[in-house]
């Protein structure tokens, strides 16, 4: 098993694609939304899911974990609608 490295003197196992879509699809969210909200580009989201890119840093499959509790991805969906915006709709450059 090929182990992946984080900073310093920690390492993890790959998350596979098809573990990060049961990741994705336990938190109730698309690939575009994960993107949205973790700030990834969507293509970046769908090429982990793919497997076309291999392993997304851990913090990704963590933060689906965490968005797998129903209060926790409703205060996190509140915490990036409030700062989060598509300048494809408003003009922005941003």
């Known amino acids: 098993m090929e182990l992946h490295l984080m900073p310093r003197r920690y390492v993890h196992d790959p998350i596979p694609p ?27 989201v769908m090429r982990w899911l ?25 205060a996190v969906k509140a915490f990036v609608d409030a700062r989060v915006r598509d300048t494809r709709n408003d003009g922005g450059d941003a």
């Open 50 to 74: 793919s497997g076309e890119q291999e392993d997304p840093p851990l913090w990704v499959a963590s933060l689906l974990v965490a968005l797998s509790v129903p209060t926790a991805r409703d």
């Open 18 to 44: 098809r573990e990060l879509a049961n990741l994705l699809n336990r938190a109730g969210m698309t690939a575009r939304q994960l993107s949205r909200v973790s700030g990834s580009d969507e293509r970046r």
